[in-house]
């Protein structure tokens, strides 16, 4: 039974560990040998130019087609007909309440 748990020990020590680096192989660039960043002239011949910027004038005014929107007061006031239908409706529901509760 210990044989077999130090063979599970040493095959997981002998695999690469999940954050170890694989050993530089003998094609790759090392860090002290310089690295050419630069693209064939080939390639670039077929890229598109990158489009110019806009800019935007910033004057502190806003723009003309803008329209205010009312405020919620507002709004509000402008439908008496629906507050007096929930203040209706409120005052069934407290009439309601103190019927339930009520120890007559």
Same mark, same amino acid.
């Given at each position: 039974?210990?044989?077999?748990?130090?063979?599970?020990?040493? !095959? +997981?020590? =002998?695999?690469?560990?999940?954050?170890?680096? @694989? !050993? +530089?192989? =003998?094609?790759?660039?090392?860090?002290?040998? @310089?690295?050419?960043?630069?693209?064939?002239r080939e390639a670039r011949r077929f890229e598109r130019p990158a489009p110019e910027r806009r800019t935007v004038t910033i004057t502190g005014r806003p723009a003309p087609d803008l329209r205010r929107l009312p405020a919620v007061a507002e709004r509000q006031l402008a439908q008496p007909d629906r507050i007096a239908l929930w203040a209706f409706l409120l005052g069934l529901f407290l009439v309601a309440v103190a019927a339930g509760t009520a120890h007559a």
């Open positions: 039974m210990l044989l077999e748990w130090e063979r599970k020990i040493e !095959a +997981a020590e =002998a695999r690469p560990g999940r954050f170890d680096r @694989p !050993a +530089a192989r =003998a094609d790759t660039p090392t860090v002290s040998e @310089p690295v050419s960043v630069e693209t064939p």
